[in-house]
């Protein structure tokens, strides 16, 4: 449990860029998740902070105690990775009693035989404890993979798409689980994922990653309603946010070269006609997409709407968004 | 089965491929066969022509390769009538057992020269590898080829240097030396075959180790070489399979005190007249440790142990 903090954090591969100049600090006991595509900077992120990979320049301190010249033994920070969770030749119980069994931690036989049981029973695996870690499932793997983070108390965790290769009801729990943990421990998260309802649902804090760098570190909320560009608008919102010439709706700002869209930022019933092309019906929503003089854009409807393809719906933009031709945000 | 599949064999093909496997094992078993029977021939079956396929049993052959022995007369056989079953086999040639012959001491030299440079090739190739697999190690690959080109030609081409280098050193004729010898000749193949291996192992598994609070050293130890098991086992046989058999450089730098069984096993010949049966007895023992070595690691060749721990 400790504040964690980058400054002017850069690393490179070879000629790639991975970090550049990344500041951000993780506020003790909150749940940081890392959005951005394949490449964005995220899981360097972690292997800078967790000590697998040096950065070329800046710092990085756990506690306020710069870490930067540490191992990662030595920072105990616990981390679970994307691929290769296990070690395969021990036992479910031997993998989730490897960290105790650490030098540096040296936790008593008794105190381990405690602590795996109690996680196990948490994950939902206490009848895989003899199992060989290769006989188990890719959902089965990650839990144990998890377990074996959650059997420490470190200072942070790190967790690199922990729950992406679950099934959804098991993803949906261990949502639940890993928020309820943190909010008892009150354990510094920092997080990576795909997955914006993880993202939206658990995030105190969120960081947009883009090419190695942060562009917009703020509450999920904050970046859902005041997203500092498109690339940050993109990352959040489902159906994604419309990207539109500016002008398409009549006067635009000065400057302003796209408009942005939620769907609850078009205001259906009023303005100008246009035509429904599909409907989607996902059972708790329906997502109605929409050809609008020859742009087309996804928004959505109550679930039970009557709306059929070809028929026909004015459509207003209410409070959007404008960007320049960079893609920052104008308005 | 009428469906056509294109992992499953079909009868006949189960069948060509059983009828195949147990023709090579014939043709590959049979002169092991010939000097396993041999051993247990009295020496007439033994040069018998045609060659004799039944015959009686006997232990003659193990008796003579055991036992230092002198023609006594029949006078002298009544009066010391053999008291053990050696003795038996040994007075029914008209001989008598004065003491063990030399074969032990050569065998044990053998068995301590093998294995100690087996030892020793693996557990230094095995640094090197992980060395070579994981490190930045300046010219890497020039460094990798160089051990390798130790390979290039024959190691007795080096005999001759070897020979004034081991007399200078003193190492001639000493298990130290052997080893050593031995040692370097397979830690070319042992770098080779076990950074292969290594580099198999994912990273993955040690940076999480690390993290989990062991120090570089501990995760080799607990996670890279039980992963490793299979890579080391294999290795392992093949440089002891190459030290065990090795003749040249044995009759060239050994003699007596560490003298190795191969160039042992062809003197018994001369000792009292061509004692095939002898020789045949030494060829069998000698195979037996590099056949039990073999068995007892057989579980780790054949078992992958890291397949399926991936996360697909």
């Known amino acids: 449990m400790a504040e964690l903090s980058l400054h002017g954090v850069t690393k490179r591969y070879g000629d790639t860029v991975a970090l550049d100049d990344v500041s951000m600090t993780v506020p003790d006991g909150s749940f940081v998740v890392l959005l951005g595509p394949t490449g964005a900077g995220k899981t360097t992120t972690l292997r800078v902070v967790s000590g697998l990979d040096s950065p070329e320049a800046g710092d990085i301190r756990i506690g306020g ?7 990662p033994a030595e920072r105990n920070v616990a981390m679970v990775f994307q691929q290769y969770s296990l070690y395969p030749h021990l036992t479910v119980r031997e993998n989730l009693a490897f960290p105790l069994k650490s030098p540096l931690l040296r936790t008593p036989p008794a105190e381990i035989e405690r602590k795996v049981g109690a996680v196990a029973e948490m994950l939902q695996i206490s009848h895989k404890l003899g199992n060989k870690s290769t006989e188990l499932s890719g959902g089965e793997m990650q839990r144990v993979s998890i377990g074996r983070a959650l059997v420490r108390e470190p200072a942070a965790f790190l967790m690199d798409e922990p729950l992406s290769s679950l099934d ?17 421990r009150g354990t510094t998260f920092l997080y990576v994922t795909h997955d914006q309802i993880e993202a939206m649902t658990m995030a105190t804090h969120v960081g947009v990653l883009d090419h190695g760098r942060l562009v917009q570190f703020a509450s999920p909320r904050e970046i859902y309603e005041n997203p500092v560009s498109i690339y940050a608008a993109s990352r959040l919102g489902q159906p994604r946010i419309n990207i539109l010439p500016a002008d398409l709706f009549g006067q635009a ?5 796209s408009i942005g869209l939620r769907p609850e930022q078009i205001r259906q019933g009023e303005g100008e006609e246009s035509l429904v092309t599909r ?3 996902l059972g708790d929503e329906t997502r109605l997409h929409l050809n609008f003089r020859e742009h087309d854009l996804v928004t959505t409807v109550a679930a039970h709407s009557g709306l059929r393809a070809g028929d026909v719906v004015r459509i207003r933009p209410e409070r959007p968004f404008y960007f320049d031709a960079s893609g920052a945000r104008t308005h | 089965m009428s469906s056509y599949s294109i992992t499953a064999p079909t009868t006949a093909q189960k069948w060509g491929a059983g009828i195949l496997v147990v023709l090579y094992a014939v043709i590959t078993i049979l002169p092991l066969l010939w000097i396993v029977t041999t051993g247990f021939k009295s020496q007439n079956d033994a040069i018998a022509y045609p060659p004799s396929v039944l015959f009686e049993p006997t232990l003659e052959g193990y008796v003579n390769l ?9 006078e002298e ?25 030399r074969f032990g001491g050569r065998f044990l030299n053998s068995v301590i020269i093998g294995f100690g440079s087996t030892f020793l090739s693996v557990f230094l190739g095995t640094l090197a590898a992980y060395a070579f697999s994981r490190y930045k190690v300046p010219l890497k690959d020039d460094l990798l080829f160089f051990i390798l080109s130790t390979r290039m030609m024959p190691p007795i081409a080096v005999a001759i240097p070897i020979f004034l280098m081991f007399r200078s050193l003193g190492l001639s004729d000493t298990h130290l030396g052997m080893i050593l010898l031995y040692t370097a000749v397979n830690l070319s193949l042992s770098v080779w075959l076990l950074k292969g291996f290594i580099d198999e192992i994912p990273r993955e598994y040690e940076e999480a180790a690390l993290i989990d609070g062991y120090t570089r050293f501990q995760a080799f130890v607990k996670v890279v070489l039980p992963q490793a098991a299979t890579g080391i086992a294999s290795t392992a046989i093949f440089c002891l399979i190459f030290a065990w058999n090795e003749y ?13 069984a191969p160039p042992f096993i062809p003197t018994i010949i001369g000792v009292t007249g061509q004692d095939w049966p002898a020789v045949a007895a030494g060829a069998t023992i000698f195979l037996v440790p590099v056949m039990v070595f073999t068995i007892l690691l057989r579980k780790h060749l054949l078992r ?6 991936v996360r697909k």
């Open chain 1, 279 to 281: 409907v989607e019906r």
């Open chain 2, 66 to 74: 055991f036992t230092t022995q002198t023609r006594i007369s029949d």
């Open chain 2, 304 to 309: 992958g142990i890291t397949f399926g721990a």
């Open chain 2, 248 to 260: 040249a450089f044995a009759v060239l730098l050994t003699s007596g005190n560490a003298q190795t």
């Open chain 1, 65 to 71: 105690e710069s870490v930067t010249s540490r191992t």
């Open chain 1, 253 to 257: 700002p000065p400057g302003a070269k």
């Open chain 2, 77 to 101: 056989l009544a009066e010391n009538p053999p008291e053990t079953w050696y003795d038996e086999i040994a007075a029914d040639r008209g001989m008598s057992i004065v003491g063990p012959s």
């Open chain 1, 168 to 184: 959804a009801k098991l993803r949906a729990d261990l949502r639940v689980e890993l928020k309820t943990i943190q909010a008892e």
